[in-house]
């Protein structure tokens, strides 16, 4: 891909946890703090976050999509992925409640760390 991304060690270390409905997504104040520690994200209404990949060609981007597939599942949160050809969109919210959650950005940090 690249570029080098900066990835926040703090983030890093964390664990993605079970967040059940009923908790609350992060706030606009908490996200303007978190989304300052992810590079290259985009935040999309306050509910998600999103980032584009690119990779040479469909080969890539499938090995990078099957790496992501293996970091999400071992964190237990997993993001909407879309593939054109090389290109990869990444998507992610908390689904249960509605919104963002620190998980999020756990799994974003994780990602960019990974596949640089």
């Known amino acids: 891909m690249g570029s080098t991304v900066t990835c926040d060690p703090e983030l890093m270390k964390k664990k993605c946890v079970p ?3 009923g908790a609350e997504p992060l706030t606009a104040g ?3 703090g978190l989304m300052g520690r ?3 994200w ?3 209404d306050n509910k998600s976050i999103k980032k584009k990949f690119m990779h040479k ?3 890539k981007a499938m090995k990078f999509v099957n790496k992501v597939a293996d970091v999400s599942e071992a964190e237990g949160h997993h993001p909407d992925i879309y593939i054109f050809y090389n290109k990869v969109k ?4 908390t689904h249960a409640i509605g919104g963002l959650s ?6 974003a940090t994780k990602i960019d760390s990974g596949f640089e």
């Open 19 to 21: 967040c059940e409905g």
């Open 102 to 107: 620190e998980n999020d950005f756990i799994l």
């Open 90 to 93: 990444i998507e992610l919210s």
């Open 30 to 32: 908490e996200l303007k």
């Open 38 to 40: 992810v590079e290259g």
């Open 57 to 59: 060609d469909f080969v």
């Open 42 to 44: 985009e935040l999309v």
